[in-house]
């Protein structure tokens, strides 16, 4: 069974530094990718950023150049540096693990886990 758990969320002031981790545990067969989604009050879930198998990574636009994601393949875990943080950045931060792998038997493996999110607050 496959788990994932996030921390290092907290409060800080604009302008600080956070780093999320998501530590994954379970194993999965097919190929998936590691994303990190946010949700604030009263909006839809947006994306974040991804990394893959290979490490190539993808961010949303208003966190380009600030956000960073890296992942320890030997510790399971997921990162999410995150500087310069705004106001607008305050959200639950939730891990995702995607599955990239549309092979005939990959399609019967599940499609993505989620965790259960870890709280930023940036005050202005």
């Known amino acids: 069974q496959v788990e994932l758990v996030e921390s290092g969320g907290g409060s800080v002031q604009s302008g600080g530094s956070l780093r999320l981790s998501c530590a994954v545990s379970?194993?999965?067969?097919?190929?998936?990718?590691m994303r990190w989604y946010r949700q604030a009050p009263g909006k839809e879930r947006e994306f974040v950023s991804r990394?893959?198998?290979?490490?190539?990574?993808g961010y949303a636009h208003s966190v380009e150049g600030r956000f960073t994601i890296s992942q320890d393949n030997a510790k399971n875990t997921v990162f999410l540096q995150m500087t310069s943080l705004k106001p607008e950045d305050t959200a639950i931060y939730y891990c995702?693990?995607?599955?990239?792998?549309?092979?005939?038997?990959?399609?019967?493996?599940?499609?993505?886990?989620w965790g259960q999110g870890t709280q930023v607050t940036v005050s202005s």
């Open positions: 995702k693990k995607e599955r990239t792998d549309y092979t005939p038997w990959c399609l019967t493996k599940p499609l993505e886990f």
């Open positions: 379970g194993r999965t067969i097919c190929t998936y990718d």
């Open positions: 990394i893959d198998k290979d490490g190539e990574t």
